[in-house]
């Protein structure tokens, strides 16, 4: 008979405990999706900043690039021929 | 009294069943729209859209990648000053002040003014903090290479329904597996429109679109793009291309064509200049061919090396039709070596004619003519053979040295391929890889398509070729210390029934080094107007690329 005392009480214990739990949880989560929410647009913007870093590191790096900023810097593989087919002076009087 | 009791009973009965039914109607009947509506009220289904898939050169780099582009919209209501607005939208993304003001009408809540926007000029209009105005965030089609490689790589445009979709080159062939799949993700949301963290359910689906590594090395693309443009105007040319293939695995390490367009802005082009000519076109190939020729009669056994051609002391008659060489030398007598060497048609007309048209169909068939190569690249054409009951002893005689029959560059590059791989015919291919949203990999395999001719007479007809670098009409542009085999062709076009004695598509096929071949490469030339001669147009850009292509692989001379 005290056996079925103890376990009754402590069933009810049980119960109101997670129902108390519960409450304290779902009151404390659900405020939480202004959090979420949050993160959600930092990782977006992030996601967006390395999208556009991505771009500027692939077109620095791209082939087409570098062959302009050599040629700007004085790198040639060519030899640039000039055909000059009129004679010129050595000196133009101004 | 007792009339009573069943009375209320069949009321209470039939006030059950109207409940029943009642809550039948709302719970079955209705149950779908109800289920919609509640969604609709604490959130709902959020569309995710993939990415589409990078498309990555054999080092990585992603040639075709996808950028942050924005679309700016407007929200009319909201909108103070109209004209003012106009004037400054108009200014700012450099589009007629007529345009955007066609676009604002009053009773809408969300017009479109202009899609494309870079990141760095939505921050420039949002500094100005104009009314109404709104940003949406899309991924557009970045090419950080600019234009090249574009008749390989495609591009994407919108289909029907205004989604974006791959056309031709790689971007049509493999559009489904870039494209990737939509995903929906199920999301619950408070009275203030946020995110309930408890109620939140995976995605459902949905998965980014696959990455393709290729084949194509991204430096020996760039060179060849550099040099068939040089090319083109050195030589006065209406336009040409470059394919070099690796032999021994069919893959392809560049695709060169000109002229092009530029995939980020297709729609300004001629939608003739999308397709990719390399697999499409089709031409007379010429004086190429009787390498190909005459490694079916050796292979069969028909001659040798040091056959000697008893018709070859002037032109020959087939049908009543006079076949000529194509400077009228004629050498009497001569063997296959000097027949390749002088590119002598007569030469090839015994070697077509000793051959005979069903081995010739045979061994066209076994180098791949008349048939699809199989490369991975959407819209290749497949000229057809003629069928053997079409061939006539003069189509054998002019096939002989390449007249009369139509093939499709990429055809000439797979079946010379062979004479490079021992005789093994590699089917070509553009994607080595594919790595799908979790970063797996899946590899392509090489497919061997064919053996057409022996490993013995693939080593013959080489040192034939060498031959006819070392000694034929191109031998003034020959790299020094380099064995390299290669025939030179000057095909004519034909015109209206006959052949245009001004112009002709010049080309020069070849691979190196010979003891193991890295590339197997076809220049050619269309119409070029400095010479009409491959000797003096195709063979010297040949070799300007190979001699870039051994250096690049670091490959010293060996003579």
Known sequence: ?94 | MKWRYPLIFIFLVLLFVLIIARLFYWQVVKAEMLSGLAQDQYGGLIRIEPERGEVRTSDGFPIVANKVSYLLYLNPTQIKDKNQEVQVLASLLDMPKASVSAQILPDRLWVKIKSGISASDKGEIEKIKLPGVGFEEHYTRFYPEASIAAQLIGFVGKNQEGQDMGYVGLEGFYNRLLSGKVGYLMESTDALGKPIILSRKPTIGGSNGSNLLLSVDRSIQFLAEQKLKDGIEKYGAAGGMIGIIDPETGNILAMASSPSFAPQEYWKYDESLYSNPFITNTYEPGSVLKPLVMAGALDAGLITPQTECDICGGPVSVSGYDLHTWNDKYYKNTNMIEVIQHSDNTGMVFVALKLGADRMIDYLTKFGFGQATGIDLQGETTPSLKSRSAWYDVDLATTGFGQGISVTPIELLTAFSALANNGKMMQPKVVTAFENASGEITKVPSVVKGQPISEKTAKVMTEILVNAVEKGEAQWTKLPGYRIAGKTGTASIPVKGHYDPNSTIASFIGFGPVDKPKFVMLVILEKPTTSIYAADTAAPLFFDVARNLLNYYGIPPSE
Do not use: C, D, H, W
């Not at chain 1, 409450?23 to 967006?48: D, H, M, P, R």
């Open chain 1, 1 to 94: 008979m005290r056996k079925a005392y103890v376990l009754i009480i402590f069933l009810l214990g049980l119960t109101i405990s997670l129902s108390v739990g519960k409450a304290v949880l779902q009151n404390t989560l659900s405020t939480s999706g202004i959090f979420v929410g949050q993160a959600e647009q930092e990782i977006n913007s992030y996601k967006t900043q390395n999208a556009i870093l991505s771009e500027e590191v692939l077109t620095a790096s791209s082939l087409t690039n570098i062959m302009e900023k050599a040629k700007q810097s004085g790198f040639t593989s060519e030899n640039v021929l000039m055909v000059i087919n009129t004679s010129r002076p050595l000196a133009v009087k101004p």
